[in-house]
């Protein structure tokens, strides 16, 4: 017998063997085994496929939010820095504020405005002042003492007549009353003759008092003080020939006209 047919002989033998003992098949065993094999092998790398894909979009994902950080950081220190631009532009140099107040005229450092009486009786307590209450064109009049009453009655300091008053000077307490402001005279220098200055008679209730091509904001009330600015703008206050108030022989201003001390030429104003 040929080595061939043995062979058959013995494969036959073998699967007739495996049918009577309910035996699976060995030559399906292993056709079974090379499929399987072949089939399992993309099984095995389905995970590791996802997770390397998986892996991949998670690196994505994360260089888009540092991409978006980074622009939103760099959007917030532009924003900063513009914040910062601006209140530079806003706030000016220490030097040159101090270089502007230099510059500005001693007199725009007070505030002069035109006032009204509208209330005025003698001090109870001194025979030199009047208490008074002056419209300067606020919310409230202004509880004023004045030292006049050698200079004027009460008839002719009354309610209605127009005055010059300082508003920026700090309270101060007279005799007890309290004085929100000053009255402005022309004083001769013995003292022996008080004008009161007068603006013409259609001048502003409130206006402020100024000279002619000079500006600059006035002082508030504690600046006044710690500079001295009402002393050195006196200085140079007085009346000239024609009885004109005047600072550094610049005449003092209302929208009516320039204010006077009638029959006080040349006299120093305080």
């Known amino acids: 017998m040929s080595l061939l047919k043995t062979q058959k002989l013995l494969d036959s033998l073998i699967l007739d063997l495996e049918?009577?003992?309910?035996?699976?098949?060995?030559?399906?065993?292993?056709?079974?085994?090379?499929?399987g094999s072949s089939a399992a092998a993309p099984a095995k790398n389905e995970p590791a496929a996802k997770e390397a894909a998986n892996k991949k979009e998670s690196e994505k994902k994360g260089d888009q939010v540092k991409k978006t950080e980074k622009k939103e950081d760099g959007a917030k220190s532009e924003k900063k820095a513009d914040k910062k631009g601006e209140a530079k532009a806003a706030a000016p140099p220490a030097e040159a504020k101090a270089a502007a107040e230099?510059?500005?005229?001693?007199?725009?450092?007070?505030?002069?405005?035109?006032?009204?009486?509208?209330?005025?009786w003698a001090h109870p307590e001194s025979e030199k002042l009047f208490c008074e209450e002056i419209d300067v064109g606020e919310a409230a009049p202004r509880s004023v003492a004045s030292g006049l009453r050698a200079f004027y009655t009460l008839?002719?300091?009354c309610p209605g007549k127009k005055v010059v008053v300082v508003t920026n000077l700090k309270p101060a307490k007279m005799a007890g009353f309290e004085s929100?402001?000053?009255?402005m005279a022309a004083t001769t220098a013995d003292h022996s003759q008080v004008k009161l200055l007068e603006p013409p008679a259609d001048a502003k209730v409130g206006e402020r008092v100024y000279l002619e091509g000079v500006s600059g904001e006035a002082y508030n009330p504690n600046q006044v003080q710690k500079k001295k600015v009402l002393p050195a703008v006196l200085a140079d206050l007085k009346t000239d020939g024609s009885c004109v108030a005047c600072w550094q022989g610049r005449p003092l201003l209302t929208s009516a006209g320039p204010i006077k001390?009638?029959?006080?030429?040349?006299?120093?104003i305080s």
């Open 261 to 268: 001390a009638p029959g006080m030429a040349d006299t120093p």
């Open 19 to 35: 049918k009577s003992l309910g035996l699976p098949s060995s030559k399906d065993a292993k056709d079974s085994g090379v499929k």
């Open 155 to 157: 008839e002719q300091f």
């Open 180 to 183: 929100q402001g000053m009255v």
């Open 102 to 120: 230099a510059d500005q005229a001693e007199f725009t450092k007070l505030e002069l405005k035109v006032g009204v009486l509208t209330k005025t």
